[in-house]
């Protein structure tokens, strides 16, 4: 008895002296905006929780972070498996803090669990962007639905930019709707191609060119420059037959080669440009304004969902209708009426 | 003052009387089940309205419809302007109403709006089927949105249905959501192409590609002959690209002369033998019991907004925090939560 009273007060002091391990919300924040990455990294682990109490501290976190006015810029990077972005991103990230810029890389995959593909998986593709002071790599949270990803990697941008990183590399996979999740949260949207293979080849969608500020065929080295500039005569060309842009700006193309680091300058001048002008016409703020009046909206239409289906009224009646619905023996207006009234009941 | 009251009460009994006029829903229900057009017209637009009790009699017809069980078949057909669905549809119709059948002709046209090529606008340019007794010809609802009139079009097929329609055809325009709505409530879904233009310059987006149970190059006539056949070539090698559809259908590609009137039996026969496939093997029953349960879904997605949005607390709320947001001033997750309490209580 005295043996497990003893064992009993060792366990409690065990579990008293691992709360105390647990970070709070004020240190949390404090070690954010001192750039320190353990806390960045704690915080964005708090983020992809889906524990209530984690994610009221992660708000908590959010909200201090969304106070600090910084001066970042954001790029979101696509192209299908294949077209190199990791190596794009490794060569890129590097050429930015050589410029001295802090660089976080944050990815939306909600593919990986589904195609083997899986971007940013596994940190060692970047071996050297990884081991670079001023770079931070976050890969992508798995196990949630694209509509996770994206709140997840909204709120990491918001904390790695009060941690100080001037520029955000927000990397996704070109085959779903990731791309337009991911271009509704950046500044700058960058599609790479590989020279010499034609659109439906590349799998890339119509609406993701339409979306693109820039083309960047990658890859253009050894054989390929040729291809390369062959490739950027017709992109160039392609890119005429869309609309113009809001905002006035005709979407460029450029070539690149990761290995041979050659290009790269070229593009962050680009984009440099691209933020220049679009800060001196208020577009770039605008923007900005009507993503996050977005991001409200969609957060509510995720929420309401949520509490919704989370409803055990609602779970209930939800089974036996649809079998109804499904055997024509209700109307689908009908049934919908029937859960919302035991809904709000 | 005499007169006075006389012209009241002439008034009260005109009203009287066009109260009279408007029918019951049973009266519009036998109406549509003994295949009156004007019944059926009419519970269209009451279908069709946004008033409340216009919606709980046009609720009640659906049901009403709904228990008929019938042997129809859904046809889905897109196709970029220009590429001649009227006129398809027209020959089309005509040829199915020569071999017996009763034919509905509905649109879904969100951008109707917007663009100029709006679809079934104008009845003429149907104007044989217009007169054929065996069709019933009805254009896309305006004014409503995309999630609106996908809601109108369905509930439209129900009707038609019931007043015995045996096919009923479903035109959308090749450029946007559209194509995804129809695809869910259809059986069948055809692509119109043209003979010997790309798929870049015919605007077709990839994922419309990949939802086609069939491509049929239209205007195969004249001078075209070749390049049609041509073209057929090509899409068929294109086709292959895809992955096999779920049911193991393999897409066909057929031509067809919408003026010369060659090819639509082929057309049909085609569809003929899906629908019978798809019956041998069950798909076709579990295909519309899915596509019933997402219309559940969907409309308590459009319901649930529609509740929330139209509650005054939250619309009160809603403009203010909006501005917060905008501003950086609260996270958008605080935001929600705020709004969703506000609703709730």
């Known amino acids: 008895m005295a043996t497990q009273k003893n064992i009993t007060s060792s366990r409690i002091s065990k579990i008293q002296d691992s709360r105390k391990l647990i970070p709070t919300v ?100 970047m071996q050297e962007l990884v081991k670079d002071e001023k770079a931070f790599i976050r890969p992508s949270p798995s196990g949630i639905s694209l509509g996770g990803v994206t709140r997840k990697t909204r709120e990491t941008i918001i904390l790695c930019e009060a941690a100080g990183y001037d520029v955000i590399l927000v990397e996704t996979v070109g085959v779903g709707q990731s791309e337009t999740a991911v271009h509704s949260m950046v500044d700058f949207f960058l599609l790479l191609k590989l020279p010499g293979a034609g659109d439906e080849l590349q799998g890339i969608k119509r609406g993701i060119i339409e979306m693109a500020d820039a083309i960047v065929i990658n890859k253009a080295d050894g054989d390929n420059v040729k291809r390369a500039r062959n490739a950027s005569i017709e992109f160039s060309r392609a890119l005429h037959l869309y609309p113009p842009k809001v905002n006035g700006w005709t979407p460029k193309v450029l070539s690149c080669s990761s290995i ?58 939800l089974e036996k209708l649809i079998e109804d619905v499904i055997n024509n023996r209700i109307s689908p207006f009908r049934a919908a009426e029937k859960l919302l009234r035991a809904h709000h009941k």
């Open 260 to 317: 041979e680091n050659t290009g790269l300058d070229k593009i962050w001048e680009m984009i440099l440009n691209y933020i220049l002008e679009n800060k001196a016409s208020n577009f770039f703020n605008s923007k900005r304004q009507k993503q996050n009046k977005n991001w409200l909206l969609q957060t509510l239409d995720d929420q309401l969902k949520q509490q919704f289906y989370q409803d055990k009224k609602v779970a209930k009646a």
């Open 26 to 125: 004020d240190e949390l924040t404090l070690g954010i905006l001192k750039s320190d990455k353990t806390a960045l990294a704690r915080a964005i682990t708090l983020v992809e929780s889906t524990k209530q109490e984690n994610l009221e501290k992660a708000n908590a976190i959010i909200e201090n972070c969304l106070a600090k006015k910084t001066d970042s810029i954001r790029i979101g990077i696509t192209g299908v498996p294949g077209v190199g972005k990791s190596t794009f991103i490794e060569s890129f990230g590097k050429q930015l803090t050589s410029l001295g810029k802090k660089v976080a890389v944050l990815a939306v995959d909600p593919t990986s669990t589904e195609t083997k593909g899986s971007i940013l998986g596994d940190k060692t593709r």
